[in-house]
């Protein structure tokens, strides 16, 4: 007390712990243990660990980064400048903005993508949007999107299926597939820039795009090095060097040889790249149910074709080394990924 009297604390009571789903008690029954990664919750006076981890509304403030192991179920939206990161899939049940999404298995948008430019979208399996405006998209499976593609970059190692809305259309940025790009609209009338591309491996691609930059630096820089070099050779051969340009001569002559070796490494790598790629595409095709407007760049492997006037009802396949068109060829997976799309909505509209 203020006087300095001790009151006797009482002795607490012994609590029982009653472990729930996936985990399980201690040998001394001490600690509950979990079996699984996932998120503890205390239900009907149990401790027990879901596999989900689930956000009520917003991933914003209130919630900070989500950073989970398992799937995790966002009932809300992702607002600008958030992460959200998942080991298994992520389902969004409203929008996402200017944020960062990434999951080690599927990623599905219930409403859109509004990525002001910035946002990130990376899956190690399919993602599905009802829309993808102004975004960065890359997926090791599929991108199913209803409506449109606007003005984004979206790449995929197998197909980007745009079908199954009113517009379905792909304008602006860029579409990148290993396998095919299909939608009912591609580019706009007001011939907006749009670049698809198919037949290769997007991640490969950049990779040699990279690697070709390093080599023309190193070229670039090498002729003044052995230049340098030479002078400083010279100087030796009449007698030892100053100390300045003797460290001069070991730093250049260090330099040479690490270049020599990236040059050899960049070299051999280039070549497996080229060869993988050289290996892809055989059946990529590009396809438009609807109509291509001018303005579109159709790439397949390393043909181009600049659209100038418009195409219905096509598909753009090549064939001995051009690019050739023939009618439209739906693809043949895509009812069934359509179908997946709307069993999600379905699944929305019951909740």
Known sequence: TLTGRIIPAKDGKDVKLNPGNNTHLSPDGNQIIADINGQVIFKNNKVQVEPVFEVTGDVDLNTGDINFPGNVIIHGSVNDTFKV??????????????????????????????????????????????????????????????????????????????QGGKRSQIAGGSARALYEVNAKFLGAEAYTETIIEVGVDPEASDRLESLTKRKEEIQKEQPELIQQLSYLTELLSKGPLPPEKAEQYNFLTMKQTQFKQELAEIEEEITKIQAYLDSLGKDAKISASKTVYPGVKIKIKNDVL??????????????????????????KEMDEKIKEVSTIKRGRSKE
């Open 85 to 162: 990161y998942a080991g298994g899939n992520i389902e969004i049940r409203g929008n996402v903005g200017k944020a960062e999404v990434v999951a080690e298995g599927n990623i599905v948008v219930r409403q859109g993508i509004q990525g002001k430019d910035e946002g990130k979208i990376i899956s190690a399996g399919d993602v599905y949007a009802k829309f993808i405006e102004r975004c960065n998209v890359k997926a090791e499976g599929y991108i199913i999107v209803n409506d449109v593609i606007l003005h984004s970059k979206v790449e995929s190692k197998k197909k980007i299926i745009c």
């Open 306 to 331: 600049i659209i100038k006037s418009e195409y219905k009802y096509v598909t753009f396949f090549r064939k001995d080394g051009i690019i050739s068109i023939a009618p439209y060829e739906k693809t």
